[in-house]
């Protein structure tokens, strides 16, 4: 069974980093990572940073220039690095990608969620 599991997820103070992770696990055949979304409470989920079909990488604005997506296909593992996290940043955290496996084919999954709090 195919597995996205998140972590990395805490309660720091503002201005200070951390490094969320999203490593996939089961019998997978190949695996396009995809994104990073977040949800807080009482608002809709929202793209925090994405892969492009080229390869480049994507940001919303309010992120751009402090967070930074990777992926590692070896480790079959996706990373976002939060750098001087705001207060605004408090959400849970989510990953999604695209799996394809000998039984299903091609699906998109979800990570579990992982919750990031900023203090003031």
């Given at each position: 069974?195919?597995?996205?599991?998140?972590?990395?997820?805490?309660l720091v103070r503002a201005g200070e980093s951390?490094?969320?992770?999203?490593?996939?696990?089961?019998?997978?055949?190949?695996?396009?990572?995809?994104?990073?979304?977040?949800?807080?409470?009482?608002?809709?989920?929202?793209?925090?940073?994405?892969?492009?079909?080229?390869?480049?990488?994507?940001?919303?604005?309010?992120?751009?220039?402090?967070?930074?997506?990777?992926?590692?296909?070896?480790?079959?593992?996706m990373y976002l690095q939060m750098d001087s996290?705001?207060?605004?940043?408090?959400?849970?955290?989510?990953?999604?990608?695209?799996?394809?496996t000998y039984y299903r084919g091609t699906n998109?999954?979800?990570?579990?969620?992982?919750?990031?709090?900023?203090?003031?």
């Open positions: 069974q195919v597995q996205l599991v998140e972590s990395g997820g805490g951390l490094r969320l992770s999203c490593a996939a696990t089961g019998s997978i055949d190949s695996i396009n990572f995809r994104a990073w979304y977040r949800q807080s409470p009482g608002k809709q989920r929202e793209l925090v940073a994405a892969f492009t079909s080229g390869g480049s990488t994507n940001y919303a604005d309010s992120v751009k220039g402090r967070f930074t997506i990777s992926r590692d296909s070896a480790k079959s593992t996290l705001k207060p605004d940043d408090t959400a849970v955290y989510y990953c999604s990608a695209d799996v394809k998109t999954y979800w990570g579990q969620g992982t919750q990031v709090t900023v203090s003031s």
